[in-house]
């Protein structure tokens, strides 16, 4: 099922509650507090919650969400990379597959212990092109 197919599924109410439960913004709240916002009773919201079709449709909107900020947050990471920030170079590498978190590595980095992985250049296999 598709999240336009779970969106249809949905009353307006449901929507709303489901865009709510998926906008950072309003993670402070309680589920009392949205259904009040929402002027439904708290046990409707929880029972909402477990329908998939709902769970699909908040799930839908966080990735949307998500994929709309990321270019934003990657790049401010990578600017507190550049500065010098211990942690932001630390998820730069691991984000990018070049850091691989080791229990018995000798390496040490803000309590992790750590292993820098690089690839090694590839060379052209020079004996594909040898005519013998």
């Known amino acids: 099922m598709s999240s336009q197919n779970s969106q249809n599924l949905l009353t307006e109410t449901q929507r709303e509650a489901a865009e709510m439960l998926a906008n950072p913004e309003f993670a402070a709240l309680t589920l009392s507090s949205l259904a009040g916002m929402l002027g439904i009773d708290r046990r409707t919201l929880y029972n909402w919650r477990k ?33 010098g920030d211990n942690a932001a170079m630390r998820l730069f590498y691991e984000l990018g597959g070049f850091l ?20 090694e250049p590839t060379k052209p296999d020079e004996t594909k092109d040898k005519k013998e």
Do not use: C, H, M
């Open 51 to 83: 329908l998939p079709e709902f769970q699909k449709y908040v799930d839908s909107i966080r990735k949307t969400l998500f994929e709309n900020q990321r270019k934003a947050v990657d790049a401010k990471l990578f600017e507190k990379a550049k500065e």
């Open 100 to 119: 691989v978190v080791s229990k018995g590595d000798e390496q040490e980095l803000d309590g992790f212990r750590i292993v820098i992985e690089r690839a």
